[in-house]
């Protein structure tokens, strides 16, 4: 966390190293894969170099190989006279035969291949009206939010739920294809629990009628075991032109709103989503907690060896690395699948917890923006960590950090000035133009929030990469949350608990 009013800071942390006596652990592999292909210009990262190889067990895969069966030799002028039909039974044989292995071995392929294809897009013929890139191109062999799984991982009804402005409830069906407001009569709390949980969280905090003066929305029908786009209808208006606002959790909020005047470090309870991402017992990445079972965190924090679950702990609720603290693990690493290495592009990951966090009044959770929030130029909002206090800084602060930042316009961002058209559209920058004011190596993953007048923070960005750090028209990049919403619940809904 670099700032210029750093001067009197208390010592700081350790560098980013492997402790070669943590023993291997067992653990879920990461896959990511680079779609692009395409050689572009390298950005520098947030996060500290990679720590030294650890010694992981090798995992070996094997394949099965099916060997076709020899063709028999020449047997005189009986395989003379027979060679005619001999030969057209035989090549009918090995296309059956092609056929069958086809089927019996090539179906887990075809299916990958099919979800690549549906997955995130409405498989309706008539699509005029969309406009979202991941609705072209798909076939019509599927539908997606129809409320029945077609495909084995689901992925075909995830992208289905979404929050508006005011939290209202919105859900795409296959009927109309778009996006719609859910009117509140027939929700109940049980209702509302069923569409919480069906997002990956744990239940509904709240729901409350709000007035929606759409020309078309959706009626609940009888609450049952289906996905909520299979339980809805569309309906010309909402009964008294109310809809339903829903909360999945009690996100946002700080318990303490002090902080040392002058100076960057946090209270406890000021940050309390916060968390510390200690690979092999040391801090590499930041994170913020969005529910008792998930973490969201930057991608490229979990390259290579670092895509390990099982050598990573996570720590909340602390503002110093001495507290004594009882570590949660991490069960799955989920790096978004069109993360770019080369553009830090998707820079996102989820963590899903081994067991929910018990939040306290020095662990909350952040709220996610709406898909229609902005964060307009010039608005402050704050950024926290571990980070190094000073560009080219070996180690970390060991107290929790935090600087206010502002948001800067993509367009003035983009500028031949500053970073020159490297900020793509699941990208925001924020911080001093003029310097000082950024994040800094050590930080990466970690949050970027700004509060709303209903006095809760919103995780508008995770923090990325950046030119350094504090440098003049080099402010910080972070990763734009509300582009990154759909791959966020859809994942949630995959890996709920």
């Not at 229609?372 to 960590?385: A, K, N, W, Y």
């Amino acid at each position: 966390m670099a700032d210029n009013d750093t001067k009197d800071l208390p010592p700081p942390y350790y560098s980013v190293a492997v402790d070669p006596q943590t023993p291997p652990m067992t653990y879920e592999e990461v896959i990511c894969q680079d779609r692009y292909g395409v050689a572009q210009r390298t950005v520098p990262y947030y996060v500290q170099k990679d720590p030294a190889q650890v010694q992981v067990p090798a995992v070996i895969v094997t394949q099965r190989v099916v060997v076709p069966p020899k063709r028999q030799e020449s047997c005189g002028r009986r395989g003379k006279c027979w060679g005619g039909w001999g030969s057209v039974l035989f090549l009918l044989f090995l296309i059956g035969l092609a056929i069958w292995f086809g089927v019996r071995y090539g179906s887990k392929s075809y299916s990958v291949h099919y979800e690549d294809n549906c997955k995130g897009k409405d498989c309706k013929e008539n699509q005029d009206h969309e406009t979202d890139d991941d609705l072209k191109g798909c076939s019509n062999s599927c539908k997606l939010c129809d409320g029945t799984k077609d495909l084995q991982s689901a992925s075909d009804e995830t992208n289905c739920v979404r929050f508006g402005e005011g939290d209202v409830l919105q859900v795409r069906t296959a009927p109309d294809g778009g996006f719609l407001p859910v009117c509140y009569q027939g929700l109940d709390k049980s209702y509302a629990d069923q569409i919480c949980e069906q997002l990956g969280f744990r239940g509904s905090y709240a729901s409350s009628a709000v007035n929606s003066e759409m020309s078309k929305a959706l009626t609940l029908e009888s609450r049952s075991d289906k996905l909520i786009q299979g339980l809805v209808k569309v309906s010309p208006s909402c009964l008294n032109n109310k809809a339903v606002s829903l909360e999945c959790t009690d996100c946002g909020k700080q318990q303490s709103a002090s902080r040392i005047i002058g100076g960057t470090a946090s209270k406890f309870g000021q940050w309390p989503w916060q968390v510390s991402l200690r690979f092999n017992g040391r801090h590499a990445c930041g994170g913020s907690l969005i529910s008792p079972d998930f973490v969201v965190s930057a991608a490229h924090c979990f390259k290579r060896e670092m895509a390990n679950s099982g050598y990573w702990r996570v720590y909340v609720g602390a503002i110093s690395q001495d507290t004594p603290q009882t570590p949660l693990f991490v069960k799955k690493i989920m790096v978004n699948e069109n993360f770019n290495s080369k553009t830090n592009d998707y820079d996102i990951a989820l963590l899903k917890l081994t067991s929910p966090v018990a939040f306290s009044d020095t662990i909350q959770p952040v709220c996610l923006p709406t898909f229609d929030q902005t964060f307009s130029d010039g608005l402050e909002c704050r950024t926290s960590g571990f980070g190094t206090t000073q560009e080219g800084a070996a180690q970390g602060s060991n107290i929790l950090m935090d600087v206010a930042v502002n948001v800067i316009d993509t367009l003035v961002c983009n500028s031949s000035q500053v970073y020159g058209g490297a900020i793509t559209k699941n990208m925001m920058c924020a911080g001093d133009m003029n310097g000082d004011r950024d994040s800094c190596q050590g930080d990466s993953g970690g949050p970027l929030v700004c509060k709303e007048d209903n006095e809760r923070w919103y995780l508008a960005g995770i923090t990325s990469w950046g030119d350094g750090c504090g440098r003049r028209q080099k402010p910080g990049v972070y990763s734009r949350v509300t582009g990154l919403l759909p791959w966020i619940y859809s994942t949630m809904q995959q890996e709920k608990p």
